[in-house]
Nanobody, 123 residues
Framework: QLQASGGGLVQAGGSLRLSCAASGRTLNSYTLGWFRQAPGKEREFVSAIRWSGGTTRYADSVKGRFTISKDTAKNTVFLQMNSLKPEDTAVYYC??????????????????WGQGTLGTVSS
């Protein structure tokens, strides 16, 4: 089970830090990913991290601004979002998957999702 939190309202240029707490089975064989969905748009990949080893991946639109990390002791993944833009406004979801790196960007390959947290960036 995944629980996302940390969304809120910020001005452009500001920061938000999202958290995704996982409960239940071990995450050693999983990749944890962040996706977002704006109104009227499809869910899009933001970032992901492999729990074992820490390999990461980012969407081009967030590279250099967002950082994904994990706290193994807390079974939690974080998404630090800096230099936010109005187009980053969306509901952010975390999910988990066992799929290979090349498919991390595909939300259909994730088999569990948190409830989503809304991040709003005002101009």
């Amino acid at each position: 089970q995944l629980q996302a939190s940390g969304g809120g309202l910020v001005q452009a240029g500001g920061s938000l830090r999202l958290s995704c707490a996982a409960s239940g089975r071990t995450l050693n064989s999983y990749t944890l990913g962040w996706f977002r969905q704006a109104p009227g748009k499809e869910r899009e990949f933001v970032s992901a991290i492999r729990w074992s080893g820490g390999t990461t991946r980012y969407a081009d639109s967030v590279k250099g601004r967002f950082t994904i990390s994990k706290d193994t002791a807390k079974n939690t993944v974080f998404l630090q979002m800096n230099s936010l833009k109005p187009e980053d406004t969306a509901v952010y979801y975390c999910g988990k998957t066992r799929i290979v790196w090349s498919e991390w960007i595909n939300h259909k390959q994730y088999d569990a999702w948190g409830q989503g947290t809304l991040g709003t960036v005002s101009s």
